[in-house]
């Protein structure tokens, strides 16, 4: 330890020479004993990506069964505008060279889950056309008119966070909101802009009457 003001100005120099010593000189050679090593492959890495996968494959799977048996053909619909969504995400995440991580599994199933809720709602819009007794052309196009601005509203919030953390994190933070930025555009193409030209093409051009959507036939046949 160094004090000064008491004792002589000399040796407290003395000292502090010889502290800088031994501080430039470095620490004494010792010598070190490996007790234990251990080497962690890239297998635990690749084992939690196939896992992830295959609970998102599983979850998918439930959701389009859930969606088939609810809303019959129009759940069809649904999924397959889903399906669309997801492959269509997969492709831009591949088109800027990223790599699927945990994070980025995390992401894509988030955004089913998005595409799920917006679906939901375009169906529930166009079974309270439906209910009211309006025909199936009005049914469709005021299910999906007053149901976008509640789609819009949630994924608009979800991009303003998705943005904050893409600015603010860092590493796998940056991922997932890079993933999630792609999902609500995906969303948006698959759920609005898909499944609405199939329908369209059912109604207008195939001339289907009704497509089933769950509804009992007393109240399908008001429509």
Do not use: C
Not at 80 to 94: C, D, F, M, P, Q
């Amino acid at each position: 330890m160094i004090t000064l003001g008491q004792r002589n100005q000399q040796e407290s120099l003395d000292e502090a020479k010889m502290i800088s010593t031994a501080l430039k000189a470095g620490s004494l050679p010792a010598a070190l004993e490996q007790l234990e090593e251990r080497r962690i492959g890239p297998t635990l890495g690749a084992d939690s990506i196939r896992q992830a996968q295959m609970g998102a494959y599983a979850g998918a799977f439930l959701i389009f069964v859930f969606l088939i048996l609810y809303y019959r053909a129009m759940g069809l619909v649904a999924s397959a505008s889903i399906a669309v969504n997801v492959l269509s995400g997969l492709g831009l995440l591949t088109a800027l060279g990223a790599t699927l991580t945990l994070p980025g599994i995390a992401g894509i199933a988030l955004t089913v889950g998005f595409a799920v809720d917006a679906n939901v709602l375009i169906q529930e819009r166009i079974k309270e056309e439906l209910v009211k007794g309006a025909s199936w052309k009005l049914a469709i196009r005021e299910g999906y008119s007053r149901a976008m601005s509640a789609i819009l509203d949630s994924n608009v919030t979800v991009a303003a966070v998705a943005i904050i953390l893409l600015n603010f994190g860092t590493g796998p933070i940056r991922g997932f909101a890079v993933t999630l930025l792609i999902g609500i555009a995906t969303t948006l193409f698959g759920n609005v802009f898909f499944s609405k030209v199939i329908v369209d093409t059912l109604i207008y051009k195939w001339n289907v009457k009704n497509i089933s959507i769950g509804l009992s036939d007393k109240h399908l046949a008001k429509a």
